[in-house]
């Protein structure tokens, strides 16, 4: 069966990096877009960007552009989500999600169980 | 960037309604790449609806999906106790985005 497990909560002060990481299994971890995606407390979903593992390419919002980098470790089935100079409207899960086996011809059919991000001095 | 609207924020209803839930796009989606979610407190989200309409691996038939263009809808023909939750559309294209959310409630 299809899982992403990501990493545990963190808690990061204003101006620092985070990265999460989130493992797959039970598919072929290059053969699908993993996108990202956050939710601030109380808030809705906003995506950030994907990444093809095979190729290593990535699409980001242009919101996060500049700020956000996803990377990918094939021999592990592990993708990753680095965000820079965070601020405290950073505060959010952050998800990862499977997409299609395409660039853009699939939503997001498994998801992480989220990993919460605490931006706080 | 495609901006989606979400209409009504919240309904409120009785199990074994009807609930019609709305997504009006800035610009036109291509491809009918238009995705809904349900998510419940504290859960990921889970996927609901692929291409405006057809359902995603073992989502029962009372929730459908309709429209093209800039305007979809999703309908949940009766509610059941756990369908009350925040649903969310979103276009899958090349740069994809959510709408807000509506929260279907229990009346």
């Known amino acids: 069966q299809v899982q992403l497990v990501q990493s545990g909560a963190e808690v990061k002060k204003p101006g620092a990096s985070v990265k999460v990481s989130c493992k797959a299994s039970?598919?072929?971890?290059?053969?699908?877009?993993m996108h990202w995606v956050r939710q601030a407390p109380g808030q809705g979903l906003e995506w950030m960007g994907r990444i093809n593992p095979n190729s290593g390419g990535t699409n980001y919002a242009q919101k996060f552009q500049g700020r956000v980098t996803m990377t990918r470790d094939t021999s592990i089935s592990t993708a990753y989500m680095e965000l820079s100079r965070l601020r405290s409207d950073d505060t959010a899960v952050y998800y990862c999600?499977?997409?299609?086996?395409?660039?853009?011809?699939?939503?997001?059919?498994?998801w992480g169980q989220g990993t919460l991000v605490t931006v706080s001095s | 960037e495609i901006v989606l609207t979400q209409s009504p924020g919240t309904l409120s209803l009785s199990p074994g309604e009807r609930a019609t839930l709305s997504c009006r796009a800035s610009q036109s989606v291509s491809s009918s790449y238009l995705a809904w979610y349900q998510q419940k407190p504290g859960q990921a989200p889970r996927l609901l609806i692929y291409g405006a309409s057809s359902r995603a691996t073992g989502i029962p038939d009372r929730f459908s999906g309709s429209g093209s263009g800039t305007d979809f809808t999703l309908t949940i023909s009766r509610l059941e106790p756990e369908d009350f939750a925040v649903y969310y559309c979103q276009q899958y294209g090349s740069s994809p985005t959510f709408g807000g959310g509506t929260k279907v409630e229990i009346k």
């Open positions: 039970g598919y072929t971890f290059t053969g699908y877009y």
């Open positions: 999600a499977r997409g299609g086996t395409g660039y853009g011809d699939y939503p997001q059919d498994y």
